[in-house]
């Protein structure tokens, strides 16, 4: 049971390079999120989608594309790469929080990017 | 949107002490409120949640509370074990409306359990 897979594990990218972070998941998972922790800090919340087909923003958007054409896949893809986008970056996963078992989001093991 | 504060940023307890973790939310709507334990290095993992309809749910040596009229809800671990040490987030989310889905992250709190 693989759960919540990302490639790749590491980055380093140039500014103004282009990049996409691949994350499936296994579970037949309606919710799938993207988020970049910082050195210390929490978890902020890129984009998230609640079905094939449908995405929204979440509180970081900017720099930042998304898109969720199947239940397992959620790609995130950045543009044109800036320092500022030097984070981990997870992805998780969860069932429809409307029903009684699908409550817990489960990560990815991350992506760590560095912008240089 | 939802916005979600944690208190405090640092924990730092005897081992066999209780640690308090606090958190508030601003979106009346929020009504699924979980805790995620991460350790240095890895994933976040779920440890606990609570849903609206329910004031306290325990899990051995956790336990979480939810007051929904002052939209604040707490972690309690008793018993601190060094391997509770650990970054602990909260998060709320609307499991309902239109903002559901959208599962919004306190900025972590560093606990230390000294032996």
């Known amino acids: 049971n693989a759960g919540v897979t990302q490639t790749p594990k590491f980055r380093i990218l140039k500014i103004g390079q282009s990049m996409t972070l691949q994350c499936a998941q296994d579970?037949?998972?309606?919710?799938m999120y993207w988020y970049r922790q910082d050195p210390g800090m929490g978890l902020k919340l890129i984009y998230y989608?609640?079905?094939?087909?449908?995405?929204d923003k979440g509180e970081v958007p900017n720099g930042y594309n998304v898109s969720r054409s199947t239940t397992e896949d959620f790609p995130l893809r950045l543009e044109l790469a800036a320092p500022s986008q030097t984070s981990v970056y997870f992805c998780?996963?969860?069932?429809?929080?409307?029903?009684?078992?699908?409550?817990?989001?489960?990560f990815g093991q991350g992506t760590r990017l560095t912008v240089v | 949107g939802e916005n979600v504060e944690q208190h405090p940023s640092t924990l730092s307890v005897q081992e066999g002490d209780s640690a308090v973790i606090k958190c508030t939310y601003s979106?009346?709507?929020?009504?699924?409120f979980p805790w995620y334990k991460q350790e240095l290095g890895k994933r976040p993992q779920l440890i606990i949640d609570?849903?609206?309809?329910?004031g306290e749910k325990k899990d051995q040596r956790i336990a979480v509370t939810l007051n929904k009229t002052a939209k604040h809800f707490s972690l309690h671990i008793t018993e601190t074990q060094p391997e509770d040490s650990a970054v602990y987030f909260c998060?709320?989310?609307?499991?309902?409306?239109?903002?559901?889905?959208?599962?919004?992250f306190g900025k972590g709190t560093k606990l230390s359990v000294k032996p």
């Open positions: 998780a996963s969860s069932d429809n929080l409307r029903t009684s078992r699908g409550t817990e989001a489960f």
């Open positions: 579970m037949n998972h309606n919710y």
């Open positions: 989608s609640v079905g094939a087909g449908i995405t």
């Open positions: 979106d009346s709507a929020s009504n699924y």
């Open positions: 609570i849903r609206s309809n329910v």
């Open positions: 998060a709320a989310s609307s499991i309902g409306g239109r903002s559901q889905g959208n599962l919004i």
